[in-house]
């Protein structure tokens, strides 16, 4: 990981959990489940956003996921963008724990004018996370890790959501900054003499690591029930330093990237 990125990363990780000494209680909801054991939540996840990073035309994916939850045990507040995360420390507006996401992949099909260039396949990123509540309506989180399959590089997002509870309803929005080191950069971003010689269109581009994005996450969730819950967000980023200066962003792609998503919840008694 290049000196920039780590030196980003040790800034905004103590940012994000630098706070009062007496924590908040975070915003929650309440899950009423009748249950002995644990409770799951089962969602229907649709998303619609740039095909691959630095794309200017969307793609759809629509995917289930599935957590759980002790009986008792406080349901936070989860923001729209965050990874699969599962604590392994909860201590009142604290939380510490294990982090995944998925990445998809960059191919031809997605757009012909990537001709040349190397595909891309999906990556999986497991990590780690943080978060803090210094007061009951605001939220810090940090998630640090490390690509596989698609890329090996290391990434890391850092948000704050503010979050009122109005009813059954739940409003989120907050600030977003990423980073990545220079083989994340390389892989999305970068174009090697070979590939910029079989294209024609764009020329060699080597980026450095550092800041990726900066953007905004707006979230709202009503709660139909204690079982039902939609969720309807919307995601901006703005890619900036050597990821919006890529040709492959210049010439095909934009430094906007917008995503829009919808999520339903289910929760009910697992049995376990």
Same mark, same amino acid.
């Given at each position: 990981m290049s000196s920039t990125v780590l030196s980003g990363l040790v800034v905004a990780a103590g940012f994000a959990v630098v706070a009062p000494a007496s924590a908040a209680d975070p915003v929650f909801t309440s899950l009423n489940v009748a249950s002995t054991g644990w409770i799951a939540t089962v969602k229907g996840n649709l998303g619609a956003g740039p095909r691959y990073p630095g794309a200017d035309d969307f793609g759809f994916i629509a995917y289930p996921s599935i957590s759980f939850s002790r009986v008792g045990t406080v349901q936070r507040f989860?923001?729209?963008? %965050? !990874? &699969?995360?599962?604590?392994?420390?909860?201590?009142?507006? &604290?939380? $510490?724990? $294990?982090?995944?996401?998925?990445?998809? !992949?960059?191919? &031809? *099909? %997605?757009? /012909? *004018?990537?001709?040349? &260039?190397?595909? +891309?396949?999906?990556?999986? @990123?497991?990590?780690?996370? $943080?978060?803090?509540?210094?007061?009951?309506?605001? /939220?810090? /989180?940090?998630? +640090?890790? /490390?690509?596989?399959?698609?890329? @090996? !590089?290391? $990434?890391?997002?850092?948000? +704050? %959501?503010?979050? #009122? #509870?109005? !009813?059954?309803?739940t409003v989120s929005l907050g600030p977003r900054l990423s980073l990545a080191d220079s083989e994340f950069m390389q892989t999305y971003f970068g174009v090697t003499p070979f590939e910029a010689s079989l294209n024609g269109l764009v020329t060699p581009y080597k980026p450095s690591g550092g800041i990726e994005s900066v953007g905004a996450t707006a979230g709202v969730t009503y709660n139909w029930s204690d079982r039902w819950s939609t969720t309807a967000f919307v995601t901006y980023k703005r890619l900036v330093g050597d990821a919006a200066d890529s040709p492959i962003v210049k010439r095909f792609g934009s430094e906007n990237q917008i995503g829009l998503g919808l999520t339903v919840s289910y929760s009910f008694d697992s049995g376990l």
């Open positions: 989860s923001a729209p963008d %965050d !990874g &699969l995360s599962f604590s392994v420390l909860e201590d009142s507006g &604290l939380r $510490v724990g $294990v982090v995944g996401r998925f990445q998809g !992949g960059r191919y &031809l *099909k %997605d757009d /012909r *004018k990537l001709f040349g &260039l190397d595909k +891309i396949n999906w990556a999986v @990123e497991p990590g780690v996370f $943080v978060e803090y509540w210094p007061v009951a309506f605001l /939220r810090a /989180r940090a998630e +640090i890790r /490390r690509g596989f399959n698609g890329h @090996e !590089g290391f $990434v890391a997002d850092f948000g +704050i %959501d503010w979050v #009122q #509870q109005y !009813g059954a309803f």
